[in-house]
Nanobody, 127 residues
Framework: QVQLVESGGGLAQPGGSLRLSCTAS????????VAWFRRAPGKEREGLVLTISGDTKTAYADSVKGRFTISRDSAKNTAYLQMNSLKPEDTGAYYC????????????????????WGQGTQVTISS
């Protein structure tokens, strides 16, 4: 079965950290560009970060630059989103997505038609 599954969401305090995981099954995640998105309550979906296959190019949204880091573990067929210095406005549903045949990143990357999406994991930042 081909799917992406996110995990690691939960409740954290402002200033805290969380690490989200995105595990692929049925395909090799390392062959794909991986992106993380967030949908905050009452807001449109926001692209947070994209990394292409080989992780030679990565783009972060200004809202998370310097606080969030994307990484991969090919042996586990998993991508991660390390989130530090969390803020209440980081609250939302987080989704990972994968897209094949990406060689470069354009400003419209968050609007691309991704091949696979996860079901999402909820992150709540509150004291």
């Amino acid at each position: 079965q081909v799917q992406l599954v996110e995990s690691g969401g939960g409740l954290a305090q402002p200033g805290g950290s969380l690490r989200l995981s995105c595990t692929a099954s049925g395909f090799t995640l390392a062959d794909y560009a991986v992106a993380w998105f967030r949908r905050a309550p009452g807001k449109e979906r926001e692209g947070l970060v994209l990394t292409i296959s080989g992780d030679t190019k990565t783009a972060y949204a200004d809202s998370v630059k310097g606080r969030f880091t994307i990484s991969r573990d090919s042996a586990k067929n998993t991508a991660y989103l390390q989130m530090n210095s969390l803020k209440p406005e980081d609250t939302g549903a987080y989704y990972c997505a994968a897209l094949m045949y990406v060689e470069t990143i354009t400003p419209l990357w968050e609007h691309w038609q991704y091949d696979y999406w996860g079901q999402g994991t909820q992150v709540t930042i509150s004291s």
